[in-house]
């Protein structure tokens, strides 16, 4: 079965610090890979996604950005942290040629301090 | 006009209760509906999934989806505690590579 990773599961950061966040996919082979950030009241922002290795689509303007170095590995980094970079970050993952459903990881509560 | 509507709620219901939770769009290129559960401090969960009107039953789950009146529904029978937490409905355009539109959840009490 599929399983998704998401590490570190909480952070807390100070402004203009980097970030790096990691996650990776188990059981399964060229997934779509997606990065959303979820903020009170907001609902689910789509980030970043990616359909294969190195190619990142972004979908909002900002100061974060995405990688993806191997298969089933997607990372999400910023170069300064500003305070509205916090939020809940979740990475999912959806087959590349199914349906369109997709499956969240357990994400990681960014705080900017 | 938003592309996806969804009551936040919250919602608040004795145990036992029948519960509708909905969803309108404004996007008739709409072809897949999607309901994720979202307890607190976790990731969305995928409840059901479906591409075509008519009714999706799930244990006591029930899915509907009305292209017509660009209206879907997640229907729970029997609620319990454990149903409390945020619903997410979800959709996609053939073809979108998986962007999904993400209403903003309502948040579900169940009281025992």
């Known amino acids: 079965s599929q399983t998704i990773h998401q590490w570190p599961a909480t952070l807390v950061q100070p402004v203009g610090s980097p970030l790096s966040l990691e996650c990776t996919v188990e059981g399964t082979s060229n997934p779509n890979l997606y990065w959303y950030r979820q903020a009170a009241g907001r609902g689910l922002q789509l980030l970043f996604y990616?359909?294969?290795?190195?190619?990142i689509s972004s979908e909002v303007p900002q100061n974060l950005s995405a990688s993806r170095p191997q298969d089933r590995q997607f990372i999400l980094s910023s170069k300064k942290l500003l305070l509205s970079d916090s939020g809940f970050y979740l990475c999912?993952?959806?087959?590349?040629?199914?349906?369109?459903?997709?499956?969240f990881g357990p994400g990681t509560r960014l705080t900017v301090t | 006009q938003k592309e996806v509507e969804q009551d936040p709620g919250p919602l608040s219901v004795p145990e036992g209760a029948i519960v509708s939770l909905n969803c309108t769009y404004s996007n008739s290129a709409f072809q897949y509906f999607m309901w994720y559960r979202q307890y607190s401090r976790k990731g969305p969960e995928l409840l059901m999934y479906?591409?075509?009107?008519g009714n999706k039953e799930d244990g006591r789950f029930t899915a509907q989806v009305d292209k017509s009146s660009k209206y879907i529904s997640l229907f729970i029978r029997d609620s319990q505690p454990s149903d409390s937490a945020t619903y997410l409905c979800?959709?996609?355009?053939?073809?979108?590579?998986?962007?999904?539109?993400f209403g903003k959840g309502t948040k579900l009490s169940v009281k025992p």
């Open positions: 979800a959709m996609s355009a053939r073809g979108s590579q998986g962007n999904l539109i």
């Open positions: 479906t591409y075509s009107s």
């Open positions: 999912a993952w959806s087959v590349l040629a199914g349906g369109d459903e997709q499956y």
């Open positions: 990616s359909v294969g290795i190195g190619q």
